[in-house]
């Protein structure tokens, strides 16, 4: 089994077989240099990891984490908008100024085509980060954007993102998960992270 794979369950006496991912959903690192210098910092290295995931029918899998860049120290609290899209955008307010990497998580679903799915975030809708010595900020307002899904039931409040039909021939569909990162004024400097849980009902 590929790394990031849940594994199909086998299907309860209602017919419908639940499946649930887990994505370490935000990365939002506050850099640690004066807001004047932040455009002039040294390079940083930095290592990565590969992998590949095989997917089996019935099967969903994380295929990258969200990641909302790096935030110079902010002066005044402001927001991280994050877009649900494989090539994603953030867009900071208020006087926040961000660089670097900015990703929505990406989930991949193996299913057939006409399956109809479910997708919900158990969490309510919000996620936290935590940082260094107990510091927090929270993701909220997540938005979801699919490939080869159609809409068939809309989507409401509490990570309820609604109800779509896989459209595709092979059954191979993906969706990303975008959200709105807060950034207090006196953010303390650090890496923060959180998990976000994706649930998906096949029926």
């Avoid at 887990?22 to 210098?37: D, E, F, N």
């Avoid at 099967?59 to 402001?78: E, H, L, N, R």
Wanted: glycine content about 14%; hydrophobic content about 40%; overall charge positive.
């Amino acid at each position: 089994m590929g790394p990031g794979i849940i594994p199909p369950l086998r299907p309860n006496t209602g017919g419908a077989r639940w499946l649930r991912a887990v994505a370490c959903a935000a990365l939002a690192a506050i850099a640690l240099v004066p807001a004047q210098a932040f455009a002039q910092s040294s390079p940083k290295r930095a290592t990565g990891q590969t992998q590949a995931a095989i997917l089996t029918p019935g099967s969903i899998a994380k295929t990258a984490d969200m990641d909302f860049g790096t935030i110079a120290p902010p002066t005044a609290a402001g927001t991280v908008v994050l877009s649900a899209q494989a090539t994603a955008v953030c867009t900071p307010t208020g006087a926040l100024v961000r660089i670097g990497t900015c990703r929505a998580a990406r989930f991949s679903i193996f299913g057939k085509k006409r399956n109809h799915v479910k997708i919900k975030d158990p969490s309510g809708a919000t996620v936290i980060l935590n940082g260094p010595s107990g510091a927090t900020m929270s993701m909220d307002n997540m938005t979801i954007g699919v490939i080869g899904m159609s809409q068939i039931g809309a989507g409401g409040n509490n990570g309820n993102f609604g109800n779509w039909q896989i459209d595709t021939d092979d059954g191979i569909t993906e969706f990303f998960v975008g959200g709105t990162l807060h950034v207090g004024a006196t953010q303390t400097p650090g890496t923060y992270t959180g998990t976000l849980t994706i649930q998906i009902l096949f029926n």
